[in-house]
Structures are given as structure tokens and as C-alpha cells.
């Protein structure tokens, strides 16, 4: 929803009010006045979408044992962590961000950002991050067009896209199964009883069952 800058004469006690609930709802006041009148005149703010899409997300992933999902309302991010079985169990903390404009198919970007000390997990993450975009490249790509990444020391960034018409349900459970998706193979590689072949095997089954659409 493109946005365009308004002059408007308010009221100062109205402006007054409306602060102090932007700052209660944590939003600021441009976005609250917006919301206001698109409820009035009965048009959806790109912000109640992503709401939506992030109570949905928080609903699904509330009962996994695997990943704890973070949710604040009127954010554009929301947040999973993940415990490895590894040494101090260090944690994996996946971040989704959603534009509230988005850009053709883009509509966000997937972080994935490990938080340890150790060389030898750091040098291993590294790994599987490469070979996951090394997969989505021979596999996904041809399928539904190529996604772009970006891999820093402890952070691998991956962009979210999705075709036209689609609902905010099936949004979040094209989110939850990726994040899942990505979140079982990357234990399973790490851990040791998963190699390269069946990272790529499980990526597979999941693009085949049609459980990858983000």
C-alpha cells in the first residue's frame, strides 16, 4: 500500500491522545492515524496483515518443543530460538521480517543468527549455510525463480518471496514449514547423523510434498 505525505490540522488534545496510544500500542503516530481511518472506511493497513501472519506463526509454532517463537504486536519482525545439542547448547535464533510494502515478489527476508564462541560450530554452520543455498540453487531455483542470500560470520540471510493472492494463513504456513524444514536438517547436519546427501535428500521430499513455498 503506497503511502503519501499529508498535511492535516489536528487538534492538539487529539494529537496528545493519539501519542500516548501510539507509545502504548509501540507504534508511532503516522501509523496509528493511518490505521484509524483505513479501519473507518474499512481498508486493511499492511500492518494487520503482518499481524495476522504473525499471530498465525506464533499459533503454530507455540506447540513445538524445537522452536520458541517471540511475537510483538504492530512489528515488523518476529523471532523463533532453537537450541543446539551441542556444547553449552548454544542458540539459533531465527528472525523474519516482513515489508509492509513489498518489492515485486519480495515480501521479507529470513535471518538466521547463531550465537557461540566456538570455532569449530561456527566453521560447521558456515557449512551447512553454504550447502542450503547451494540446494535452493540447483533445486528451487528452476522451480520458482532464484532467492537472494547474504552470509555473514554468525548470520545467514535469505529473502522470503511469494506469487500473488496469497492469504495471510497460507503465508505463515509457508513460513513455519521452511523455518521448520531448515531448523530439523540443520540439527541433524550439525549433530552428525546427516551429510551433505541427506540434507539434500530431506530438502527433496520437503520441495516434492509441496512444503516449500516461501
Same mark, same amino acid.
Given at each position: 500500500?503506497? +503511502?503519501?505525505?499529508?498535511?492535516?490540522?489536528?487538534?492538539?488534545?487529539?494529537? #496528545?491522545? %493519539?501519542?500516548?496510544? *501510539?507509545?502504548?500500542?509501540?507504534?508511532?503516530?503516522?501509523?496509528?492515524? =493511518?490505521?484509524?481511518?483505513?479501519?473507518?472506511?474499512?481498508?486493511?493497513?499492511?500492518?494487520?496483515?503482518?499481524?495476522? %501472519?504473525?499471530?498465525?506463526?506464533?499459533?503454530?509454532?507455540?506447540?513445538?518443543?524445537? $522452536?520458541?517463537?517471540?511475537?510483538?504486536? =504492530?512489528?515488523?519482525?518476529?523471532?523463533?530460538?532453537?537450541?543446539?545439542?551441542?556444547?553449552?547448547?548454544?542458540?539459533?535464533?531465527? !528472525?523474519? !521480517? $516482513?515489508?509492509?510494502?513489498?518489492?515485486?515478489?519480495?515480501?521479507?527476508?529470513?535471518?538466521?543468527? @547463531?550465537?557461540?564462541?566456538?570455532? *569449530?560450530?561456527?566453521?560447521?554452520?558456515?557449512?551447512?549455510? #553454504?550447502?542450503? +543455498? !547451494?540446494?535452493?540453487?540447483?533445486?528451487? *531455483?528452476?522451480?520458482?525463480?532464484?532467492?537472494?542470500? *547474504? $552470509?555473514?560470520?554468525? +548470520?545467514?540471510?535469505?529473502?522470503?518471496?511469494?506469487?500473488? =493472492?496469497?492469504?495471510?494463513?497460507? @503465508?505463515?504456513?509457508?513460513?513455519?514449514?521452511?523455518?521448520?524444514?531448515?531448523?530439523?536438517?540443520?540439527?541433524?547436519?550439525?549433530?552428525?547423523?546427516?551429510?551433505?546427501?541427506?540434507?539434500?535428500?530431506?530438502?527433496?521430499?520437503?520441495?516434492?510434498?509441496?512444503?516449500?513455498?516461501?
Amino acid at each position: 500500500m503506497k +503511502k503519501t505525505l499529508y498535511s492535516l490540522m489536528l487538534s492538539d488534545d487529539v494529537v #496528545r491522545e %493519539i501519542d500516548i496510544l *501510539a507509545h502504548r500500542m509501540g507504534t508511532n503516530r503516522s501509523n496509528l492515524v =493511518n490505521r484509524i481511518l483505513a479501519e473507518h472506511v474499512s481498508i486493511r493497513t499492511p500492518e494487520e496483515r503482518i499481524n495476522d %501472519i504473525f499471530r498465525t506463526l506464533e499459533e503454530m509454532m507455540s506447540p513445538s518443543r524445537d $522452536l520458541v517463537p517471540f511475537f510483538e504486536p =504492530n512489528m515488523p519482525t518476529m523471532s523463533f530460538k532453537s537450541c543446539l545439542e551441542y556444547k553449552y547448547r548454544p542458540t539459533v535464533r531465527y !528472525e523474519v !521480517e $516482513l515489508y509492509g510494502t513489498p518489492s515485486g515478489r519480495d515480501i521479507g527476508v529470513l535471518s538466521v543468527i @547463531l550465537r557461540t564462541q566456538s570455532a *569449530a560450530l561456527i566453521e560447521a554452520m558456515t557449512r551447512f549455510f #553454504r550447502l542450503w +543455498k !547451494e540446494i535452493e540453487d540447483t533445486y528451487l *531455483a528452476p522451480r520458482s525463480g532464484t532467492r537472494e542470500y *547474504a $552470509l555473514y560470520d554468525l +548470520k545467514f540471510v535469505r529473502n522470503i518471496v511469494c506469487g500473488e =493472492n496469497v492469504t495471510s494463513q497460507q @503465508l505463515a504456513e509457508g513460513i513455519s514449514a521452511y523455518v521448520q524444514l531448515f531448523d530439523s536438517l540443520m540439527k541433524r547436519y550439525i549433530g552428525g547423523t546427516f551429510d551433505a546427501e541427506d540434507v539434500a535428500a530431506g530438502y527433496l521430499k520437503a520441495l516434492a510434498g509441496g512444503n516449500i513455498t516461501v
